[in-house]
């Protein structure tokens, strides 16, 4: 489980309280302000705080004194116009804090991105949750031939079996392990009182990358949808996919029109290189075009192709 | 005059505004929110959004579940600590967003600061407004001898008459003629059907760099903190320094424990070198000891014995 | 004139020193190391000091211990596939270092770039050159009607000869002024014995935004592939894009295999909208598609249009 | 073993290239360039490449044409002096690169320093080395009371046997797991050809936290210094405190002076707030001064007394 009953009720509290304020406020997202949307087996991704809506990239966009304009269509517009034309400035007058819990591996793909504020919850100064991240069968995914970061079909049978209940048994065991190291329980209390306990920033070096951490990660809306764009798309790993369709939502409540725009310009696109776009040209012309005669690679022919809908 | 009666009635429509939230707010702060504070004879600051309160930082620091203890001497301590120990990630956590008009030549020394987002009203899109800096005649400092960077005695009588002509004749001059180039008055009205007029992103150049531009600028409270202990700094120039203090105050209604905590370890602070501080252990042992023992350079020691509030 | 003989002089002499390194060396970046190579009429971009070449790019995106592969083949596969797919960081692990004199206004564009470091000569602390921009009579673009942000047809006869006039008097007076209210001529000397002279952080304020300044800016690879991509677009501005061209150069001797991928994925490519890839795709498939039913606004169907060479 | 025979032939391989170079070239780092400094127990780091030196910190600060003066004691002057008074541009000029080898507990702290650039290498695409780091018995630190980030006494006798055969254990099984589920040993050999093996993105999260990776780091130099300053602390943690000590040794050879005026006005020196200040002033005034009426904490005041090297 995720979240404990007291750690429920502090975020319950929080969300009761309501104060009043001229800044910009985005209801859609208040509705779901501080409760955590479940990813993964324990993780979560919650939003804490946020900056700005729509308006505010449109405002800061035309350098404005008031609150912009009231005509939405123009908005929406100027919106779609600055996504199309990477003009990236304006949407990093928005920016979202959230709260994560996540597997090690997963942190450590995701702390890559170097645009971000983060303060992530301290081994060296407290003792981890005893959670770790155990895969659905569903997605227990062979080591794919064709491509060296991929996937292929799912592990099944015992094979299956056998790698759930290693990664069981090897985080149980390395967890217990950490703990009698520590000489100490989850809550802090000792268990042994002839032993001195190893130090917390050493002892945690026995625990598997599945273990769960947390932390606050805050960052702006250019730099939010430049992760997306990376972490939702289909090649990337489905551990931080899942994050990364979850934030995706709770972008689509705070900034519509930013989201839509983000969707069309960015996610559904493809960018085309010269080489690529003057083959284009000439299948427009009605001429027939070969991988061979392309001055494309098979590779990139084939990845063409299949952006275009065509056989390769 | 910094903000036309059109500008003002907008800002005055956007205060009207109050919205429910769930977020963090500080009252002191919203009591000012896009009110413009005057900085020079044209320029201004006003705060657009921010985001966080003093909590927040703890709450980060913790990675906590709810809005923090309400124990609001441990979260004191708690800022105090990690200001003193430069734990900076807990400030990155509060973000603010300021409006802020200002001559060019502060504007390229302020953009040096590259952690920060900006959108500037730009000059090949739109026509800048007939303003420029002119420093009031006690500002008009010589050049000093001891410091290539400063300012000495004030510049006065018949040569500092002769300054102040030259600088509102020349912006006057340029502005004008900027407008000539363009074809076109602050209104964007043509003003010689029979010219085409030059391109705006070339007419500008011909303006003077205390011509005013404004921009929106954000950035998080570790940064503006960095940026306000050089600014705010007696050795920076006064034409940035007062924006620097401006901001200051605004910091002050924001996070006020962050602030004073800032004041006490960061502004008011000394750094004493190794050197430095093998001279204050000797002093306190009773010790005379002379510069040219010291082991420090002449400047390095007047530095140190300034700090120590002794005679060189 | 760009290089005064005493420069001219310095830069010589540091050609001739050669020294042994065990370092990546790219003998084509040697030969022009140092020299300027002229852009506009006063400016200039010199190469100072590099670090890295394409083997390094392949090196770091595989960890190796050693040089790298020498089959030459593998590795340009290897950039081109990295370019292609937006696997950055390999190109951050090439830095290079430029020395460049720029107008004040090109300087402003530039350093909105902010993954990069710079000094720039200081106006606090020293006089600036008596150098300014005047465009050539063929640049003097009139407003474009169609693009708020762009240049038209050039304005000739006498409204081109009046811009003349006011840049340049308007320039030299400014600088005049300067000087005078400095106190001081080009080399530092006094004018007057019994003027103070103005402080220079304040006199500069006289300049006009086509003075010539200059920094070193030292940057990444993947950076400044991403700031050449922005700034030898044809819709930058002429005056900046005469620098990003005489830089590409500059990248085609250093990383000849990765600018070769950049020319061919980023200079000439083009990136397709999810309407945009959907039109391309009803357009294979033999099918008539008109602006009205593409679900693209009139802008966006005429910049596809124009990529794909067909007639809006 | 940090290093394969294999490895080692690459290293000397490319030791054995000398290539002329205008460049600035330090030969006391020239000397150790590509070589492994060992750190831990399978650990080290190596420098990869650099640019720039001493004088390159010169030539920055003052924008020159040429090499910089040869005075020598000019600029060691003036390489104090940007050092004690924090201009930090001119330290950016210069740049590193690392490549490292590390337990991954120690690679998630060193990833939080966001301002370098990294390629690690990657377990999603290779297969990790069968190495993990195991403490020496004299590392084995006991947990602190008094700071709940530090060790205290070392952890002895029975108990650390008991510490060191866990660590070993799990390290052993978690890595014999993750080749089976792989279905593949260290040099990718498959081991049973009716299992599929899962994927090595999934695969890598059975591995403990004491696994080595690896990684190519570079760097300026002020944000190495800075690095530096937190990770050669005594405060830091002894496994990434012997990785910046080593590093240090590498400045040292690289930028003599910079190395020098770092070591006396960062690494040696402490900073008083502005409380601290005044009872250094009170004390040198001959003044007893009593915790409980100085206005700092009890916490504060030990510090204090701790620098001033006085009796709390």
């Known amino acids: 489980m995720a979240i404990s009953t007291d750690q429920q009720a502090e975020i319950e509290a929080a969300r009761q309280e309501h104060q009043q304020t001229r800044r910009a406020t985005v209801p859609a997202l208040e509705e779901i302000l501080f409760q955590p949307l479940t990813v993964l087996d ?97 997605h227990l995914g062979a080591q794919s031939t064709a491509n060296r970061q991929g996937r292929a079909a799912v592990v099944s049978g015992e094979e299956a079996a056998r790698v759930l209940t290693i990664l069981r048994e090897d985080s149980e065991r390395c967890y217990a392990h950490y703990q009698e190291m520590l000489n100490s329980d989850e809550s802090g209390a000792m268990l042994d009182p002839n032993r001195s306990g190893l130090a917390r920033e050493l002892a945690r070096m026995n625990l598997t990358l599945n273990t769960y951490t947390q932390w606050y990660w805050k960052i702006d809306l250019y730099n939010l949808l430049h992760f997306l764009s990376l972490r939702a798309d289909p090649h990337a790993q489905y551990e931080i996919r899942v994050y990364a369709e979850a934030m995706l939502e709770t972008v689509a409540r705070w900034v519509p029109l930013a989201h839509g725009a983000f969707r069309d310009y960015r996610m559904g696109g493809v960018h085309l290189s010269s080489g690529g776009l003057a083959i284009v040209r000439r299948l427009l012309a009605g001429e027939a075009v070969m991988q061979s005669e392309s001055g494309l690679s098979p590779r990139e022919w084939r990845e063409l192709m299949a952006a275009l809908g065509r056989d390769a």
């Open 42 to 138: 324990h993780g979560f991704v919650r939003v804490i705080d946020y900056m700005g809506d729509d308006d505010a990239i449109v405002q800061a966009a035309r350098v404005s004194y008031g609150r912009g304009t009231k005509q939405a269509r123009d908005d929406a517009g100027l919106i779609r116009y600055l996504m199309r034309h990477r003009h990236t400035t304006p949407f990093e007058m928005c920016e979202i804090k959230y709260h994560i819990k996540l597997p090690i591996f997963v942190a450590r793909q995701w702390i890559r991105h170097r645009t971000a504020n983060v303060n992530e919850y301290s081994a060296r100064y407290s003792i981890l949750d005893k959670e770790y991240y155990i895969p659905a069968a569903e």
